[in-house]
Nanobody, 118 residues
């Protein structure tokens, strides 16, 4: 599976962005897809995950209620809708594919920069 992120950019606090993770490869429908982020000077952290079926989703506490993850199997794409963005959401966002949200991830994208600033 190859993953390509897009949709990052500069947005003011309180604004919205939608990130996309486009996947190529025959295993997309069998893969859980997660979003991670790495802020400057900080360790990478998990943000959200969606199971292969879409029936299970996970959000870290700091984004719960503001971010929404979804997947479109027809487009082999997973989305991360980010609303009410805060400066602390500034980071490079990566998507990753694995068998389950609770296990490790085998494939990673190159990342997309999200900057929240006035």
């Amino acid at each position: 599976v190859q993953l390509v992120e897009s949709g990052g950019g500069l947005v003011q606090p309180g604004g919205s962005l939608r990130l996309s993770c486009a996947a190529s490869g025959s295993t997309f429908d069998d893969d859980a897809i997660a979003w991670f982020r790495r802020a400057p000077g900080k360790e990478r952290e998990g943000v959200s995950c969606i199971s292969a079926s879409g029936s299970y989703t996970y959000y870290r506490d700091s984004v719960e209620g503001r971010f929404t993850i979804s997947r479109d199997s027809a487009k082999n794409t997973v989305y991360l809708q980010m609303d009410s963005l805060k400066p602390e959401d500034t980071a490079v966002y990566y998507c990753a594919a694995g068998s389950l949200c609770t296990l490790g991830y085998d494939h990673w994208g190159q990342g997309t920069q999200v900057t929240v600033s006035s």
